[in-house]
């Protein structure tokens, strides 16, 4: 869990593999993270555990997007549960998908009903993980 091109253990900006994000909270193959830099919060590019969903948590520590990824552990898609609404299909839209590695390169969609599920699996497991 790193900074861009992190399978190699070192990023295109030379950062060490891990040392991008904080793990808050692990349930299951999910994981709730945090942005080390004080900087626009972005999500990991890629990981290096197969099966991996990555919660990225904005700085009030509130889910701000789910993360996806493919077999070759790059990121697939992302699922922006806060922030600033996207148009899709001529509506403003939040949540909403985003699919490709670098952001929506192949589109900026509606959830689909298995990606509510995550949604709501995510918003639940963050509010119960006190408990």
Known sequence: MGGRGASSGM?????????????????G???????NANSSITAPMETMTNGRIYVTLNQ???????????????RKKQVDI?????????????????KGYFHAEYGTTELSPKEQKMVERVLKTWDNRIR
């Open 29 to 35: 193959n999910i994981k709730f993270i945090k942005q």
């Open 82 to 98: 806060k922030g600033r609404p996207h148009n899709v299909k001529g509506t403003l839209t939040l949540p909403h998908t985003h």
């Open 11 to 27: 990023s295109n900006s030379g950062k060490k593999y891990g040392s991008e994000y904080t793990t808050v909270y692990q349930s």
């Open 60 to 74: 009030n520590n509130i889910p701000k997007s789910i993360t996806y990824y493919d077999k070759k552990n790059h």
